[in-house]
């Protein structure tokens, strides 16, 4: 008898990329994908910027490719907001001092199976979130997903694990013109022309809800379709402005959960001839900003209790205090993963509902941190009003885990509620994207928790399209031509 040929390991086998539990799952999938007949499945990450990319395959070739992993280009992990590569990758090290990343070489996307969907939307189509390594099996330590899972490997070595709920804001408008001939399609291209869906100014009137729903139900249908855990969806303040909210998720799935929305809300608004847009203020007349509020509190692994609501005698933990005063102590170096772009910078008004200081208060709009709950209530939790829509939901969230377990490691004091929070003297936040990446430079907690060499790297990127911004528009008040091209259909 000839001797049996070695069996050739996969990629993740190779490098030991799935647990027990994910080989299960994927094998599930696998199955999945045979009797639903499905024709293809697209494999996506989240970048820098919390934007998936990826590639589409035939199902056949998307079952060996849940093993065998999908190779990308690294030069995506070097792009800005523009799409433009912000390093000399055809040098030595690529800019990075890394061979792996010079030279417009590969790294790999490695499925994660857990993340597996139908996509409701898209004919016989599968879908799969994915992380991402090197071609040695080395993880990319740019890979924003794989930090936020460090983030709560740290948290849960401290006993806890993340709860969060998303409230999220966006505008969705009719397209009229996409800007498809060749002289809208410069580098970056012409943002598309748009009309209202609705007037605005008449906040949770059921009228105006009715005049939206036609447009809002394509993309309620197909969130809920996928799984999320649609809560709420409203009619918000300004024109053809709207927020969903979703019910808590653990760690991982909460981050995840932001990035489907995101990407779902804009395939089929885009497929019904509307454009979603996350972009906080679009620079169009008579808009107004858009939020993403973060609720979160920790539980507690031994219990299962909410370590935020352990304390019948005051609304919040002592635990929950600490972790609130980290929030405030590194709001402004943590605005550059709350607020990304430089759009976001101007929704922080005195007087309009969103925060310019880093304080706290209990249940009042006015402030960055909104404390919601009553003495001994299990679901007291905090709310982080700092946020913009479009930030990548795996470095806001870390920011928030690294900053907390600051505040609880020195038992840092929040101080009082606030109020009068336009009134009260504390800590402003950042005026710009560069006042923030000041701050940034100067933050140890950060530095430590996301690692120099991230902090280093995202400065760097952020710095790119600082640059590009400043060689073309001056800065101002209100949202500029710069940035309805910049962000208004990427976001």
Known sequence: ?????????????????????????????????????????????????????????????????????????????????????????????????????????DFVMVADPATFRVLPWAEQTGWVLCDICFTNGKPVPFSTRRIFKDALDRLGTAGYDFLAGLEVEFHLFKVENPGLSPEDSP????????????????????????????????????????????????????????????????????????????????????????????????ALPNLLSSGWHLHQSLIERKTGANAFALNDRDVISTIGRYYLAGLLTHARAGAVFSTPTINGYKRYRPYSLAPDRAIWARDNRGVMVRLIGQPGDPATHLENRIGEPAANPYLYMASQIFAGLDGIAKRLDPGPSADAPYEMTAAMLPKSLAEALTALRADDCYREGFGAAFINYYIHLKNAELARFKAEQKDSAEATPWEQREYFDLF
């Open 1 to 105: 008898m000839p001797p049996r040929k070695p069996r050739h390991l996969s990629f993740v086998d190779r490098h030991g990329l799935w647990s027990d539990e994910q080989a299960a799952v994927a094998a599930e999938v696998e199955r999945q994908i045979k009797r639903d007949k499905l024709e293809l499945v697209r494999f996506s990450f989240a970048d820098q910027h919390g934007v998936l990319r990826g590639k589409t395959l035939l199902a056949q070739d998307a079952i060996a490719a849940l093993k065998s992993g999908v190779s990308m280009t690294t030069t995506l992990l070097a792009k800005d907001t523009a799409h433009k590569t912000a390093w000399p990758v055809f040098t030595a090290g690529g800019g990075f001092g890394m061979a792996e990343m010079q030279g417009g070489g």
């Open 187 to 282: 580098w970056p291209p012409k943002a598309p022309e748009v009309s209202l869906l609705s007037q605005g100014y008449q906040y949770l009137t059921e009228s105006r809800y009715d005049r939206f729903d036609p447009a809002l139900t394509a993309i309620r249908r197909g969130v809920a379709a996928l799984g999320l855990p649609l809560r709420s969806v409203e009619v918000e303040l300004g024109p053809s402005q709207c927020e969903f909210t979703f019910r808590p998720l653990i760690g991982l799935a909460a981050a995840d959960a932001m990035i489907l929305f995101r990407a779902a809300a804009k395939q089929i608004a885009h497929r019904n001839g509307m454009l979603a847009s996350f972009m906080c203020r679009p």
